[in-house]
């Protein structure tokens, strides 16, 4: 077990170095500062007392991030946004409420960078955990991640790196559904669902072939998509990708009563739209309501 005392060193040193990022000696500081913590291997219950409300941490490892990030990107570069994300991760699992509802717009900024820059997969996981973290906490925090196009990256994401067989591509699949759930609790999230070119097609794609949990969150994003304030557009698009389709599976599969009942009541909401779309069984659609 790693010595408080020993911690609180190695982070005092860390943010001391961040602040002098330009500074190539201060950088290989700071690396070998993360080094050393992630080689501790630090429990949530010793990591806690040192940071629950240590903001210094907290803007020292997003100043790094956005220094790396406007820098000219190589493979130690890369590495130390792949650390200090990680950190920032373990910051935000133990951080208390009021330093996580006073994060700066940039920090969300810097993470989605990393996802946006496949700075690594387990770095771009990371990340993605890091915001679900901070958007579970407040409204205010899923709007900062959408502002910061969090929702648009998790798509492409999703888009590039998920396969069956890939190593944590199930885990990966399931992040980023529940992210997509948690930004689409505010209006500006499910208008970046919508908007994105393959935000609904990747969702309905992802129903009954990844998990429960991915099920879960997936059916969620499209139900709240598809709300009583859902456009014309988004429900053609809807019916088109074969979202329709697969609520009415939901239906029929073996998944939570919580889900299926998301999934019918979207279906009941729109049922007169889409039952006379070319691109949906009426006889489908009428069956399961």
Not at 115 to 141: E, I, K, M, Q, Y
Not at 189 to 196: D, F, I, L, T
Not at 252 to 270: G, I
Request: include cysteine; glycine fraction near 6%.
């Amino acid at each position: 077990m790693a010595g408080a005392s020993m911690l609180r060193r190695v982070l005092r040193l860390a943010v001391s170095c961040a602040k002098k990022s330009s500074s190539g000696e201060a950088m290989a500081t700071f690396d070998a500062c993360l080094a050393l913590f992630h080689a501790l291997d630090v429990s949530a219950d010793e990591l806690r007392p040192l940071v629950a409300d240590n903001h210094d941490l907290v803007d020292a490892v997003t100043q790094v991030l956005v220094t790396l990030e406007r820098g000219r990107r190589d493979e130690a570069g890369d590495a130390t946004r792949a650390s200090a994300v990680q950190l920032l991760e373990s910051v935000t699992v133990v951080a208390d409420a009021s330093l996580l509802q006073r994060l700066r717009p940039e920090l969300f900024a810097a993470v989605t960078a990393v996802v946006r820059d496949r700075v690594s997969p387990g770095a771009a996981r990371a990340a993605v955990r890091t915001l679900l973290h901070v958007c579970r906490t407040s409204g205010r925090n899923r709007a900062l991640a959408v502002d910061a196009g969090a929702g648009h990256e998790a798509i492409e994401l999703e888009l590039d790196a998920w396969s069956p067989q890939a190593p944590g591509g199930r885990r990966s699949t399931e992040l980023v559904m529940a992210l997509l759930a948690q930004l689409c609790a505010c209006a500006d999230g499910r208008a970046a669902v919508a908007s994105h070119p393959a935000g609904i097609a990747v969702l309905a794609k992802r129903v009954l072939r990844v998990s429960a949990a991915a099920d879960e969150c997936a059916v969620r994003v499209l139900g709240a998509v598809a709300g009583r304030a859902a456009s014309p557009e988004v429900l053609r698009e809807m019916a088109r990708v074969g979202a329709v389709g697969k609520l009415c599976c939901v239906l029929q599969a073996d998944c939570d009563a919580a889900v299926k009942e998301t999934a019918r009541a979207v279906l009941r909401m729109h049922s007169g739209v889409w039952s006379g779309s070319p691109c949906v069984s009426a006889y489908l659609l009428s069956r399961y309501l």
